[in-house]
């Protein structure tokens, strides 16, 4: 696409809408999903992908550098949580009002998906594929003079799919009339959480 034709968006931070869904079962020929279940109250979803290289030196100069993808981080800021949700993606025990966790707990993997509104409007729609979260932090405090709050916070790791490499599929418009990209409608966005994309739906 040429410059002249590039469409120019000055992007903003509005992220919403966030759903999980667990894998159910994932091999080389196949990811299979549970239906995705919402998650609200969320404040920020930041993912960071790194990259390793490793340098080869002859005479004295660079002769040579590799460049692989690293770890994929990504980290969840939520107003709260419900117990369930909490006991769901870290794999512990949520019945009768309490929570159990245990050293044999085992985190689930899970695709995140969310949507961020980037110009009024316009929306981008993300779905990470294959995530699995760590044990959060948790601090208490005594109730002080100035008013404070206490977020959620969700660290994980976002790995490449089994079957195909993927680990990260967005979505920001789609083909319209004589294949012209068009903005993303309230239809397209509502369909996109009721299955993951790119995944087989467990039966």
Same mark, same amino acid.
């Given at each position: 696409?040429?410059?002249?034709?590039?469409?120019?968006?000055?992007?903003?931070?509005?992220?919403?809408?966030?759903?999980?869904?667990?894998?159910?079962?994932?091999?080389?020929?196949?990811?299979?999903?549970?239906?995705?279940?919402?998650?609200?109250?969320?404040?920020?979803?930041?993912?960071?992908?790194?990259?390793?290289?490793?340098?080869?030196?002859?005479?004295?100069?660079?002769?040579?550098?590799?460049?692989?993808?690293?770890?994929?981080?990504? *980290?969840? %800021? /939520? @107003?709260?949580?419900?117990? &369930?949700?909490?006991?769901?993606?870290?794999?512990?025990?949520?019945?009768?009002?309490?929570?159990?966790?245990?050293?044999?707990?085992?985190?689930?993997?899970?695709?995140?998906?969310?949507?961020?509104?980037?110009?009024?409007?316009?929306?981008?729609?993300?779905?990470?594929?294959?995530?699995?979260?760590?044990?959060?932090?948790?601090?208490?405090?005594?109730?002080?003079?100035?008013?404070?709050?206490?977020?959620?916070?969700?660290?994980?790791?976002?790995?490449?799919?089994?079957?195909?490499?993927?680990? *990260?599929? %967005? /979505? @920001?418009?789609?083909?319209? &009339?004589?294949?012209?990209?068009?903005?993303?409608?309230?239809?397209?966005?509502?369909?996109?959480?009721?299955?993951?994309?790119?995944?087989?739906?467990?039966?």
């Amino acid at each position: 696409m040429s410059a002249s034709t590039a469409e120019h968006t000055l992007r903003r931070q509005s992220v919403r809408k966030l759903y999980f869904a667990e894998i159910i079962s994932e091999s080389e020929s196949g990811t299979v999903y549970d239906t995705p279940f919402p998650s609200p109250w969320t404040n920020a979803v930041k993912v960071s992908p790194s990259t390793e290289s490793a340098e080869v030196y002859s005479d004295d100069v660079l002769a040579e550098r590799v460049t692989m993808p690293g770890d994929i981080s990504i *980290e969840i %800021t /939520k @107003d709260s949580d419900a117990p &369930e949700v909490h006991a769901k993606l870290l794999g512990h025990t949520y019945e009768d009002g309490e929570m159990v966790k245990s050293k044999n707990d085992v985190a689930p993997f899970f695709a995140v998906m969310y949507i961020t509104e980037y110009s009024p409007g316009k929306y981008e729609l993300e779905c990470l594929y294959r995530v699995q979260f760590e044990l959060p932090e948790k601090e208490r405090k005594t109730a002080e003079k100035t008013p404070s709050y206490v977020q959620q916070t969700y660290k994980g790791t976002a790995y490449p799919r089994i079957d195909n490499g993927a680990w *990260e599929r %967005t /979505k @920001d418009r789609k083909k319209g &009339e004589g294949g012209t990209l068009v903005p993303l409608t309230k239809e397209d966005i509502d369909a996109w959480f009721t299955a993951v994309p790119g995944g087989s739906e467990a039966s």
